[in-house]
């Protein structure tokens, strides 16, 4: 397991479309988050799941956003009818908490970049 | 109010000098934890060090050390001997153990070093 891995990390899109993202933790981590990070600020918390149930989410999370980890492993976060103003990175982080886990860091993977025309 | 605030958009130092990034943080929790991460223009952030609430003494990894002044609620990261691949965006965040999971961000602090 060589870290958390999102997909696809660039995609275009003309306004109106749909698009999917997809991130896949490390495979012993039991929490996974979901962050959006635009140009020139800090990474902006979406939601965050505890295996497969999703615990919290964000008020920047309009209804056209939705977040799902289905099995507790990989995540999907889908924006409809995106809007110029979605254009982000979206960043996945995974980490483990538990009794002896400690400080619970989080890992982030490389981001997945939207750009909506 | 800011959770996190990083004052210095914008930092240069010269290549195997010292530099502090400044961070301080508002939160009545008294359990939470400070984190420092470092973002290369590849865009993956990484972690650097963790500092615990109640920890006694500061924090330390490598050349990264957090100097942790509770009273006054300031987290700043030290890098000793900067290198070139030193040069990104750090960003000091915050997790408070009693008001949720999320953690809280600064807007980051863009760290140039010089040859």
């Known amino acids: 397991d060589t870290g958390v891995s999102q997909d696809p990390r660039h995609k275009i899109t003309k306004r109106g479309q749909n698009v999917t993202f997809r991130c896949d933790p490390i495979s012993e981590h039991n929490r996974l988050y979901w962050y959006r990070q635009t140009l020139g600020q800090g990474p902006e918390f979406l939601t965050y799941f505890q295996n497969e149930a999703q615990l919290e989410k964000s008020r920047l999370l309009s209804d056209r956003f939705s977040a799902e980890r289905p099995k507790g492993s990989f995540s999907t976060l889908e924006i409809q009818r995106t809007e110029q103003g979605d254009s982000a990175m979206y960043l996945c982080?995974?980490?483990?908490?538990?009794?002896?886990?400690?400080?619970?860091?989080?890992?982030f993977g490389a981001g997945s970049r939207l750009t909506v025309l | 109010a800011q959770k996190i605030t990083q004052t210095q958009p914008g930092m240069f130092v010269q290549e195997k000098e010292a530099v502090t990034l400044d961070c301080t943080y508002d939160?009545?929790?008294?359990?939470?934890?400070l984190f420092w991460y470092k973002q290369p223009s590849s865009g993956e952030m990484i972690f650097l060090i963790y500092q615990g609430s109640y920890d006694q003494q500061n924090a330390t990894e490598g050349r990264y050390s957090l100097n942790f002044q509770k009273a006054r609620k300031s987290a700043n990261l030290v890098i000793s001997a900067s290198q070139l691949g030193d040069s990104a965006m750090y960003f000091c965040a915050m997790r408070e153990a009693n008001t949720g999971n999320q953690f809280y961000f600064g807007t980051g602090t863009s760290l140039t070093v010089i040859p």
């Open positions: 939160t009545s929790d008294p359990s939470y934890g």
């Open positions: 982080a995974s980490s483990l908490v538990g009794r002896l886990s400690g400080a619970n860091v989080l890992t």
